[in-house]
């Protein structure tokens, strides 16, 4: 018998019948539930759960390359990386179905770091071994290296070569020019930092995989006996082969929100197998300003929940827990 599912907002309402017409053009067997996700800020995923094993359908893309971009990243880091990626992620370009162009995906073992049934029962060891994970899973990350620095054409779909440090300075200009509510004393003092710490971006590293949205949010993870384990990474839509010290900011950002003390951990666990390269603390200042400016950018221009932080505060009085660095003592 065919049943509509109300997909939240961005996919609407879709038919068993128009998912099993989207199965059988991969041959992912028969549909047996339908469960629409409702964690994430975009509402594109809805679970598949049929005769052949579990999938992830995504759709409604925000761009026309979003899918042409996450299958790039995602075929290698799954050729050249250890890193838990969803493969095959099969693109369907037709909009025949549903109005709109998909991806599905295995549905990866484990469960969601933010989800609010593990967030009651989480721990200060659960957070210990989890920060530690997250390090470890970001380092393999990062094990897909570029021979230059670069982002996705969105026309040829392949990577086209930038100056890193005149593209990384240049797109936190591009961000204060497209954000509201800042004031002209938030901006001199963005323009400072960028005056007092730029020469410490330089072009003179090994370029890797950037997530740039790399965190909690965008996993899941199995425990086994407390023993933690990343088992899944996805969403590389912003993702850009550059400085891999980059993908730091989000996730130390969300840390120092709500468990500061295991910020050492994550960063002892990556550097375990790495270290960090001269004027690391200068970088890490610019690499979280441009970070928070995203964030900044996205609570106050078009987040459909609206700012989660004091509305009355200044973007300069809000990024300083942030970039003071005191977790590094």
């Known amino acids: 018998m065919e049943k509509i599912y109300n997909c939240l907002n ?10 099993q017409i989207a199965l059988d053009r991969f041959n992912l067997g028969k549909l047996i539930q339908v469960e629409p996700v409702r964690l994430g800020f975009f509402e594109q995923n809805v679970f598949l759960y049929t005769t052949k094993g579990n999938y992830v359908l995504r759709g409604s893309p925000l761009h026309s390359w979003q899918f042409p971009k996450e299958v790039f990243f995602s075929k290698l880091l799954h050729e050249k990386t250890e890193a838990p990626i969803p493969w095959p992620y099969l693109h369907d370009p037709m909009n025949d179905i549903f109005g709109w162009d998909y991806v599905i995906m295995p549905l990866m073992p484990g469960i969601s770091l933010i989800s609010k049934q593990l967030k009651l029962k989480r721990n200060f060891e659960d957070n210990k071994a989890i920060a530690w994970a997250m390090g470890r899973a970001l380092y393999d990350l990062h094990e897909l290296k570029w021979s230059y620095s670069g982002i996705f054409d969105r026309v040829n779909y392949n990577i086209q070569a930038v100056d890193y440090k005149d593209w990384f300075i240049s797109s936190i200009y591009y961000t204060i020019s497209i954000t509201k509510k800042m004031n002209d004393s938030d901006i001199d003092w963005v323009m400072t930092q960028i005056s007092k710490y730029h020469e410490a971006i330089e072009n003179n ?60 951990l994550f960063l002892d666990s990556y550097i375990k197998n790495s270290n960090f390269r001269p004027n690391f603390e200068e970088r890490f200042i610019l690499y979280m300003l441009k970070d928070r400016l995203l964030i900044w950018q996205h609570g106050q221009n078009n987040c459909k929940h609206g700012i989660w932080w004091d509305k009355d505060i200044t973007f300069k ?13």
């Open 205 to 264: 590293f090994q370029p890797c995989f950037v997530m740039m949205d790399f965190g909690e949010h965008n996993v899941v993870a199995t425990n086994n006996d407390g023993k933690w384990h990343i088992s899944g990474i996805f969403d590389y839509m912003p993702a850009y082969f550059g400085d891999g010290e980059a993908d730091f900011s989000r996730i130390i950002s969300s840390y120092i929100d709500e468990y500061p003390e295991i910020v050492p």
């Open 10 to 19: 961005r996919l609407g309402h879709i038919s068993t019948k128009q998912f």
């Open 317 to 329: 009085e809000w990024i300083q827990k942030y970039i003071r660095l005191d977790w590094r003592h």
